[in-house]
């Protein structure tokens, strides 16, 4: 069974503008990755947060964490053409050492 | 650079026939995993390893086998193809236990 699930499943926006995807999950977690793939391609690590951490940065990326929610959010600042992607949650349980994904959010983003 | 290949990029094969897909990563990672991705479904973990030698069914295993008899490899093997199994198979593999997953271009299998 899903242990992510994105919302929303698909997004579309204008270069320049914001984009946030959402992840909600069912179980204790030790952490929770977003990752992001290109259409016909593999999926590509963009950024870990542990379960004591509520935000992180990345360059254009913001990830919150609200473990009392089961939840977290994926903010792209700025969107670019080149941002166009699947983005997927992936949550690492504490009682194993394997990612769980998501169905995953298929961003546009339209010049 | 260290890398995770697949192969082959793609295969048709034929319903009850074996597939081996291969993969080998070249990072000395202990942990190596083997996902499907289908529409609709996101990723689901197939098998996994954390080491040569252990293997472990993920929540989609059935009719699938893998082994580990080296860290670089790990190969899954579909005993009987099903046209069930036509998917695109991802192999990942990460250093150690909560950490980040590497993964490859996938293959793209297709059981006719």
């Known amino acids: 069974s899903q242990q992510g699930e994105e919302d929303p499943q698909a997004l579309s926006i204008q270069e320049g503008e914001n984009a946030t995807m959402n992840c909600s999950y069912k179980t204790s977690i030790n952490n929770l990755q977003w990752y992001r793939q290109n259409s016909g391609r593999g999926l590509v690590h963009l950024i870990l947060i542990r379960s004591n951490e509520r935000e992180k940065h990345s360059g254009r990326l913001r990830v919150t964490l609200d473990t009392s929610k089961k939840s977290s959010s994926l903010l792209i600042t700025a969107s670019r053409a080149a941002d166009t992607a699947s983005y997927f949650c992936a949550t690492d349980r504490m009682d194993g050492n394997k990612l769980t994904f998501g169905t995953g959010t298929q961003l546009k983003v339209e010049l | 650079d260290a890398e995770i290949t697949q192969s082959p990029r793609h295969k048709i094969t034929e319903t009850g026939r074996q597939v081996t897909l291969a993969c080998h990563q070249t990072?000395?990672?202990?942990?190596m995993f083997w996902y499907r991705q289908d529409l609709g479904h996101g990723l689901r973990l197939i098998h996994y390893s954390y080491g040569v030698q252990d293997t472990n069914k993920g929540e989609v295993s059935d009719g699938y086998s893998v082994s580990r008899s080296n860290t670089e490899d790990l190969p899954l093997t579909l005993e009987s193809a099903a046209s069930s199994q036509t998917s695109v198979y991802f192999c990942a593999s990460s250093p150690g236990p909560y950490t980040e997953a590497f993964f490859g271009q996938g293959t793209r299998l297709t059981v006719v």
């Open positions: 990072w000395n990672h202990n942990n």
